[in-house]
């Protein structure tokens, strides 16, 4: 599968975002999803992740009440709305798909080894 990131860009604080990621192929119901991000040098930090049927969700700390993940299967598309964004929210944010991990083990252990990334897209949060 392939993934394609988009929706970043340049905004102020307290401004929201919505990152999309459309994956090719027509088994997009069979991958849990999951969005992280990096900043530069800092480590991957988990945001996100969702369930193959959308019904479960999970989410890192910095995330929790203000981004949320969703997924449209019939679009083969991921979503995460970003709210009250602050400039620590700077960074390169990817999609991932996991086949075989589930929306859980994506926020635990990270993407498994038979996951896909996307491309990155920029959210730049000015003070």
């Known amino acids: 599968v392939q993934l394609q990131a988009s929706g970043g860009g340049l905004v102020q604080t307290g401004a929201s975002l919505r990152l999309s990621c459309a994956a090719s192929g027509r088994t997009f119901s069979s991958y849990a999803m999951g969005w992280f991000r990096q900043a530069p040098g800092k480590e991957r930090e988990f945001v996100a992740a969702?369930?193959?049927?959308?019904?479960?969700?999970y989410y890192g700390d910095s995330a929790k009440g203000r981004f949320t993940i969703s997924r449209d299967n019939a679009k083969s598309t991921v979503y995460l709305q970003m709210n009250s964004l602050k400039p620590e929210d700077t960074a390169a944010y990817y999609c991932?798909?996991?086949?075989?991990?589930?929306?859980?083990?994506?926020?635990?252990?990270?993407?498994?080894?038979?996951?896909?990334w996307g491309q990155g897209t920029q959210v730049t949060v000015s003070s």
């Open positions: 991932a798909a996991d086949p075989k991990g589930t929306y859980y083990s994506i926020a635990g252990l990270g993407v498994s080894e038979y996951g896909y």
């Open positions: 969702i369930s193959r049927s959308g019904g479960g969700l």
